[in-house]
């Protein structure tokens, strides 16, 4: 039976990092927080808000920014002058960093997009899905600070060379079109040959995913599916319900037959399109039922018999199963960051 929503109020929890009530912190930890990624950003915590194509708007961009991350509006699929607006609305709700990701195959409008972006003024923008380097130039000219979402070594290296101040990794176990390596191995084989701060992403719902990715060497983490169930996120309830509904045994993987995997949520949907994609289905076919799939369950919902679209989201599915506001699930994530840290201490 599907969890019901609820407009539970939190309240606001202390700083983890530099309230003087946490009196057990560490130096290393404000160090380990407080590093080039933040000063870059200049945001006060590692989390970056991941972009997810129609429901990364402006006013989850918004409240993640105001409670220390780096809000992300998610140009994908949508037209320049959306994301002109969504930038002006979010100006209206913070005054803290936000920025823009555009995944570059997905996006037509993408070079009236990047116009868009040079003439605001954008904190930073993540480019993906597709070759960054032609908008590049135009983009750092513009003073904005520009991530590279990578799923390999070579590309990280190349964009590195390039000229991008910061390289998102992300593993296969993120919700959306994904590549082949996972998460660990990105980490382990990419952030010792780069000198940029990186961004882990894929599969990070808690504190202990940004302790490990710390100890990893990354700068920090990139978080999609958790903001879904953020208060301010204004996706259609169905969504929600599906990630507090799914355990850890529902993430599946659509596409990998012809080259496209996209992780998502089981559903009567994902039942039939793997049954027909098992059975020999034609890239047409197949096509042809996944198109609008992810951005009708965001705005409609999963109708009646659970076949109007799928619910993109991350491989870590069991923990979440609440509603909480951005601040909560930042604070949240940070405390339990600096708990987890403090304890390895210990063995020293």
């Known amino acids: 039976m599907s969890k019901k929503l609820s407009s539970t109020a939190f309240e606001p929890v202390s700083d983890p990092v530099s309230d003087p009530a946490a009196k057990s912190q560490s130096?290393?930890?404000?160090?380990?927080?407080?590093?080039?990624?933040?000063?870059?950003?200049?945001?006060?915590?590692?989390?970056?808000?991941?972009?997810?194509?129609?429901?990364?708007?402006?006013?989850?961009?918004?409240?993640?920014?105001?409670?220390g991350g780096a809000g992300i509006i998610a140009a994908g699929g949508r037209e320049a002058s959306w994301v002109k607006e969504e930038i002006q609305k979010a100006r209206t709700m913070t005054g803290r960093p936000f920025g823009v990701n555009v995944p570059l195959i997905s996006t037509p409008e993408k070079e009236a997009i990047i116009n868009v972006l040079c003439e605001s003024g954008i904190d930073f923008v993540t480019l993906g899905a597709g070759?960054?380097?032609?908008?590049?130039?135009?983009?750092?000219?513009?003073?904005?600070k520009v991530g590279g979402i990578v799923p390999s070594l070579r590309l990280a290296k190349k964009l590195e060379t390039a000229g991008v101040d910061f390289i998102i990794l992300e593993g296969?176990?993120?919700?959306?079109?994904?590549?082949?390596?996972?998460?660990?191995?990105?980490?382990?084989?990419?952030?010792?040959?780069l000198h940029v701060p990186v961004v882990a992403a894929g599969g990070f719902a808690s504190g202990r995913g940004l302790a490990a990715a710390l100890v990893m060497g990354a700068h920090g983490i990139q978080m999609g599916t958790r903001f879904i169930l953020a208060n301010e996120c204004q996706v259609h309830p169905d969504y929600k319900n599906a990630i507090m509904d799914a355990t850890d045994e529902d993430s599946v993987i659509l596409g990998t037959r012809y080259g496209k995997a996209t992780r998502c949520i089981r559903s009567a949907f994902t039942d039939k399109y793997l049954a027909l994609e098992a059975e020999g289905g034609s890239p047409q076919s197949l096509e042809t039922m996944m198109r609008g799939a992810s951005r009708r369950m965001a705005m409609e919902g999963a109708g009646v018999d659970g076949m109007n679209g799928i619910a993109l989201a991350g491989q870590s599915l069991s923990q979440l199963n609440d509603l909480e506001s951005a601040e909560w699930i930042i604070r949240d994530i940070m405390g339990e960051a600096r708990a987890v840290l403090e304890n390895c201490s210990l063995l020293k």
């Not at 919700?175 to 980490?187: D, N, Y």
């Open 27 to 67: 130096d290393s930890f404000k160090d380990a927080v407080h590093n080039p990624l933040t000063r870059l950003l200049g945001t006060a915590y590692p989390i970056l808000q991941g972009a997810m194509a129609w429901v990364s708007e402006s006013t989850l961009a918004a409240a993640v920014s105001n409670a």
């Open 172 to 193: 296969m176990e993120a919700g959306g079109k994904i590549g082949k390596s996972t998460t660990l191995s990105l980490m382990t084989n990419v952030i010792p040959e």
């Open 131 to 144: 070759d960054p380097l032609p908008y590049l130039r135009a983009l750092k000219a513009s003073g904005i």
